[in-house]
Nanobody, 125 residues
Framework: QVQLVESGGGLVQAGGSLRLSCAAS????????ISWFLQAPGKEREFVSG????????YYGDSVKGRFTISRDTAKNTVFLQMNSLKPEDTAVYYC??????????????????WGQGTQVTVSS
């Protein structure tokens, strides 16, 4: 089993920055792809960004390209999401998730095996 714990969410003004962390425990996730998803009230969970288990492949949703950066510290079993130039429409609960499947990184929430509890990000205008 893998346990994922997100942190770093909060309230920020538009244009500001936050850095989310996803700490894994229970089993090393060095062989897992890790992605971030967001879920706004009344909406489906949406892919934000993902990083392959090697760390060599990075993926971003269209709405966050150029503003968010994903990275991982394998030694610390932690994945980060640096969020810059935040907009009110980024407001949501952000979840990290781990995918143990082989092959390229996948974008559908149903493909992921383990999820964190989520961290709230609120961007005020």
């Amino acid at each position: 089993q893998v346990q994922l714990v997100e942190s770093g969410g909060g309230l920020v003004q538009a244009g500001g920055s936050l850095r989310l962390s996803c700490a894994a425990s229970g089993r090393t996730v060095s062989n897992y792809a890790i992605s971030w998803f967001l879920q706004a009230p009344g909406k489906e969970r949406e892919f934000v960004s993902g990083i392959s288990w090697t760390g060599s492949s990075l993926y971003y949703g269209d709405s966050v390209k150029g503003r968010f950066t994903i990275s991982r510290d394998t030694a610390k079993n932690t994945v980060f999401l640096q969020m810059n130039s935040l907009k009110p429409e980024d407001t949501a609960v952000y979840y990290c998730a781990a995918d143990s499947g082989p092959g390229p990184l996948r974008f559908g929430p149903s493909e992921y095996d383990f999820w964190g509890q989520g961290t709230q990000v609120t961007v005020s205008s």
